[in-house]
């Protein structure tokens, strides 16, 4: 892997050095945080019937050589392979999504990482569209704070649960557990995301990034796009525009062969293997 090209990617190539980079907590928050605002979640090759790729080589090229995000279990597993050349030990996680009635989908629904350091183990995770932007330290019922959000985990059996705090009430996001697990593993739910009517990823185009005082987000022809708590919603009139609001807030400039879809159609490819 181009580490450099990756750190350019991030925007942190003039900040590290990568004689001095170590794999400690303090550049696991920085590379972390640095993703989240330079590399979106956005499943648009899903509606420009483009299969998802969980293969290392294909996701740096996509993600680093063209500038482009993807979902969970691209952005996730590059990250990992950028962290475990920096000299982290990295472990998979199969996690579940919580719907709004509380309950939790199916078994490898979201990919999340186990980072595990001297000062203990870290919950990392730069594919959950607008979740926390630093790791989370695995510690059952620390409350843990992040700028206007509070988040903590909840043990269950084995299981652990990660919750954000809301109006009121803590609102789970999804369950784990550390059983460690493979990339391969992701493949058919990965399918299942991109070719199932019943898939979130399949009803929405969806391009979210982070930014340094907020977040900016394009869902189907609405933009949002909140600063210090502010926050403020528009129509995109077009695909002029909306093309040029993909260049201009998200840096995704998509080739003229490849054509985006406003009516979902389901591919036809096979899962990977």
Request: aromatic share 10%; glycine share 6%; proline share 5%.
């Amino acid at each position: 892997m181009d580490i450099l090209a990756y750190l350019r990617r991030l925007n942190e190539a003039p900040l590290i050095s990568l004689s001095t980079l170590k794999p400690t907590l303090e550049a696991l928050r920085l590379l972390h945080e640095a993703h989240l605002v330079s590399v979106p979640f956005e499943n648009l090759d899903i509606h420009c019937g483009l299969p998802l790729r969980l293969d290392e080589e294909v996701l740096f090229q996509k993600i680093v050589g063209w500038r482009r995000g993807g979902i969970c279990y691209e952005l996730n597993a590059l990250f990992a392979r950028l962290l475990r050349e920096l000299g982290y030990r990295i472990t998979y996680l199969s996690a579940e999504v919580a719907a709004e009635d509380g309950t939790f989908g199916p078994e490898y629904g979201h990919l999340a990482l186990l980072v595990r350091l001297k000062e203990g183990e870290w919950l990392a995770d730069v594919g959950f569209s607008s979740s926390f932007r630093k790791p989370l330290h695995l510690e059952a019922g620390k409350v843990q704070m992040q700028r206007e959000c509070v988040y903590r985990l909840a043990r269950d059996g084995e299981n652990w649960i990660l919750q954000q705090y809301e109006k009121g009430v803590w609102r789970p996001l999804y369950r784990f557990n550390l059983r460690p697990r493979e990339l391969r593993d992701f493949a058919h739910m990965c399918h299942y995301q991109q070719t199932s009517p019943d898939s979130y990823f399949t009803q929405k185009r969806l391009c979210t990034r982070a930014t340094t005082t907020g977040r900016l987000t394009l869902c189907e022809r609405q933009y949002i796009s909140s600063a210090h708590g502010k926050r403020e919603e528009r129509n995109i009139m077009g695909d002029k525009e909306y093309m040029e609001t993909l260049a201009r807030d998200f840096g995704i400039m998509l080739p003229p062969s490849v054509q985006l879809r406003w009516e979902w159609q389901q591919p036809i490819f096979e899962p990977y293997q």
